[in-house]
């Protein structure tokens, strides 16, 4: 009777366990794809931002001619270049699916959460098969899809904010300046070419 009460209660830590590390994931894998959202969506305003520049640019500079037309010209090629790596880039990170892949593990996470629910409420007899069944279902929806950044983790509970504020700051901050970066750097292009122009007529002279 007791080795009978131990397995029992073996079973049901492995059960309770396991619901716990779902609910971690689903919330971990919901912040995920958040986060994958907010880049779509900022990277795809900046896209959109630096096409309207070098379409006005492009109008603007049409008949140009001499040195200002020959510098206006090498601007918006390579800005015209860059442009077009960046939506390279965009699309091979590809944000959006990612974001909707997501999206699907954690609802099917929260299928199986209800699933672990209803059973727990039936007041079932939980076994070994029933425990393992459950098992690979929940490593089924782990194996063969992307996992979450640590900061996914870090966010995903007000507990963890609290637990891991510090790296988290250090994630927001840098993540920030990136962006920032990123949003500038027309600005940064046309600053190198213009230094680097007068640097290759300094040299010349």
Request: net charge positive.
């Amino acid at each position: 009777m007791p080795a009978q009460q131990t397995e029992e209660s073996i079973l049901d830590k492995e059960f309770n366990d396991l619901k716990r590390r779902m609910k971690t994931t689903r919330k971990a894998r919901i912040e995920a794809s958040k986060r994958l959202r907010r880049k779509h969506s900022y990277f795809e305003k900046i896209t959109y931002f630096y096409s309207l520049i070098l379409l006005v640019l492009s109008v603007w500079f049409l008949n140009k001619t001499g040195d200002s037309g020959t510098f206006a010209t090498k601007f918006l090629l390579i800005l015209s270049l860059t442009l077009t790596y960046f939506t390279m880039f965009l699309n091979i990170r590809n944000y959006k699916e990612r974001a909707g892949e997501f999206e699907t593990n954690y609802q099917h996470l929260d299928v199986l959460t209800n699933k672990l629910d209803r059973f727990k409420a039936s007041e079932e007899e939980l076994d070994v098969e029933k425990l393992k069944e459950f098992q690979r279902e929940y490593e089924k929806l782990i194996i063969g899809n992307e996992n979450h950044l640590n900061i996914d983790y870090f966010v995903s509970t007000e507990e963890n904010q609290q637990k891991f504020k510090d790296k988290i700051y250090l994630y927001q901050i840098r993540e920030k300046f990136v962006n920032g970066i990123i949003a500038i750097y027309p600005i940064l292009l046309l600053l190198i070419i213009y230094i680097f122009n007068k640097l290759i007529n300094w040299l010349n002279f």
